[in-house]
């Protein structure tokens, strides 16, 4: 059975990973999987939460120094 464009594609994107792990220990594959670390919150929530802090703090100055 012939391969399809897709799994030629896939069967080269894993022999390319196969051929960067040969020779390495696990730990030091293991290693390189751990520094990827992901953020417990996502860029969206981050930017509204600083979009309230921040601008309750703006708020706070303007009202300070116009309306003592």
């Known amino acids: 059975m012939a391969q399809t464009l897709e799994q030629r594609r896939r069967n080269a994107k894993f022999t390319k990973e196969q051929d960067a792990r040969r020779g390495k220990s696990e730990n030091e594959i293991k290693k390189r999987t751990k520094d990827v670390t992901k953020s417990p919150i996502s860029p969206f ?9 921040f601008g ?8 300070r120094i116009f309306f003592r």
């Open 56 to 63: 309750g703090l703006v708020f706070e100055v303007l009202t």
């Open 45 to 53: 929530w981050l930017g509204i939460l600083a979009f309230i802090v």
